[in-house]
């Protein structure tokens, strides 16, 4: 069993900044891959970003490129979402996600373990 945190998340005016920490511990051997999503009230659960433990390779959602940037620490086993030029429409429940098997890091049935989300509201 694995446990995933997500820290990070507030109240920011709109263009403002928040960068968002996920941990995952608790599995004797470290996830592949690990992803953020988002989920705004009354809508689906969203794909933000992902990234490869083994490579680096990172994937954005396409309306949020450009502002957000995912990364790593494989030491502390831990990723970061830095979200620059913050919208109101980025108000959502953000979660973290680890994988350990295989499948499209854009689909949510993919990951194996999710935190419990942190609330990020951007007011304008």
């Known amino acids: 069993q694995a446990q995933v945190v997500e820290s990070g998340g507030g109240l920011v005016q709109a263009g403002g900044s928040l960068i968002l920490s996920c941990a995952a511990s608790?599995?004797?051997?470290?996830?592949?891959?690990m992803g953020w999503f988002r989920q705004a009230p009354g809508k689906e659960r969203e794909f933000v970003a992902a990234?490869?433990?083994?490579?680096?390779?990172?994937y954005t959602a396409d309306s949020v490129k450009g502002r957000f940037t995912i990364s790593k620490d494989n030491a502390k086993n831990t990723v970061y979402l830095q979200m620059n030029s913050l919208k109101p429409e980025d108000t959502a429940l953000y979660y973290c996600?680890?994988?350990?098997?295989?499948?499209?890091?854009?689909?949510?049935?993919?990951?194996?373990?999710w935190g419990q989300g942190t609330q990020v509201t951007v007011s304008s």
């Open positions: 996600a680890a994988r350990y098997g295989t499948g499209s890091l854009y689909y949510t049935g993919t990951y194996d373990y």
């Open positions: 990234i490869s433990r083994s490579t680096g390779s990172t």
């Open positions: 608790g599995r004797t051997f470290s996830s592949n891959a």
